[in-house]
């Protein structure tokens, strides 16, 4: 269909006396015959980016008048108004009551997120120095057995003999 039909169309929809709908508009109650429909320009979304969500933090004091209030509460519904009130979820009511019989305001305090870090071994840094240290002096050597190794030959392929400091105390 052209978009002149397409026209036509609408505007039969329009004076026939039936509201106007979009996408994702409700359908409204019939309006009176005699009232005229205002079409209106369809809202364009903000193009605006929300900033990002930033994570609460709640104080031990904080967390402990909550729990308090919440082991007041005796009526079905109150701990619910409670948590609406205050804009918490039932799971951290459980969370922070775990913690309470853990250590008192020691396991209320806000925690840090991630890994531990694992406390690093006094003579960590010693050993690896002795490891570098040792894995140089083994390429030293190496190298030294090789420059014998090839003198060895040079002094046989010449004839030269080699004093063995082996082989003198022996006599």
Known sequence: MNIKGM???RS???TMG???RRGGERSEAPRSAGSPIVDRPAATPDPEVPAQAVRRRY???YKLEILRQADRCSQPGEIGALLRREGLYSSLLTTWRRQRDEGA???LHPQK???KAVPQNPLARRVAELERENRRLGRRLQQAETIIGVQKKVAEILGIPLNRPDS???D
Do not use: F, N
Request: proline share 5%; no cysteine; hydrophobic share 20%.
């Open 105 to 107: 305001l020691e396991g």
């Open 59 to 61: 104080s031990a004091e």
């Open 7 to 9: 026209k036509k169309m």
């Open 113 to 115: 997120r991630g890994r």
């Open 18 to 20: 039936e509201p106007e």
């Open 168 to 170: 003198e105390g022996d």
């Open 12 to 14: 039969v929809q329009t």
